[in-house]
């Protein structure tokens, strides 16, 4: 007989976008503005699919509260231009300990990206996980893994990508 221990998280609805690195969090119903600029991967890796670039102030932030005591997953994205194609790029960092880690990977799986409101990619637990030490500088100077979205959107879709990361519960099964 196995026993099974399980949690249940709520994301508080303070979670949200943030629209500029550094200013607090909003509802997740706000879109978060993404730079006109279509920047190119600065490194591509051996696969077509995945590139690697590094995370700078130009990334989109979505922090995810998970309790008072400032549990939390904080993510940086942004989509760029390769080869004519669409990707998708991130990296994320988990505080408050193994628990949250592992809420914090559910939710990246359970999250979309949407142009124009239309879903094209689902599950980003492609993104790099980084550790805590650089919260602090808001994840600038990280890698951030890339996956491609085998769309190539014109300049005004492109500018209406967001990520979408459900609100609600989670639960963990120990």
């Known amino acids: 007989m196995h026993k099974f221990a399980s949690i249940i998280?709520?994301?508080?609805?303070?979670?949200?976008?943030?629209q500029n690195?550094?200013?607090?969090?909003?509802s997740?119903?706000?879109?978060?503005?993404?730079?006109i600029e279509t920047p190119q991967?600065?490194?591509?890796?051996?696969?077509?699919?995945?590139?690697?670039?590094?995370?700078?102030d130009s990334f989109a932030g979505y922090v995810l509260q998970?309790?008072?005591?400032?549990?939390?997953?904080?993510?940086?994205?942004?989509?760029?231009m390769e080869n004519?194609?669409?990707?998708?790029?991130?990296?994320?960092?988990?505080?408050g300990g193994s628990i949250f880690s592992r809420l914090g990977r559910q939710a990246l799986n359970g999250s979309t990206v949407k142009m124009n409101g239309n879903t094209v990619m689902r599950g980003l637990g492609f993104f790099n996980v980084?550790?805590?030490?650089?919260?602090?500088?808001?994840l600038v100077g990280t890698t951030a893994f890339c996956s491609n979205t085998g769309l190539s959107p014109s300049r005004e879709e492109f500018v209406?990508?967001?990520?979408?990361?459900?609100?609600?519960?989670y639960r963990i099964q120990k």
């Open 9 to 18: 998280a709520i994301i508080a609805l303070t979670s949200g976008c943030m």
């Open 21 to 26: 690195p550094g200013t607090a969090a909003v």
């Open 28 to 35: 997740s119903e706000t879109p978060t503005q993404v730079n």
């Open 41 to 56: 991967a600065e490194q591509a890796s051996a696969s077509s699919d995945t590139v690697q670039i590094t995370v700078d």
């Open 66 to 80: 998970w309790d008072s005591n400032g549990a939390e997953t904080f993510i940086r994205y942004r989509p760029i």
């Open 84 to 95: 004519d194609q669409m990707y998708i790029c991130g990296a994320y960092s988990n505080r």
């Open 130 to 138: 980084v550790s805590n030490a650089n919260r602090q500088a808001e």
């Open 160 to 169: 209406t990508v967001r990520i979408d990361v459900p609100t609600g519960r």
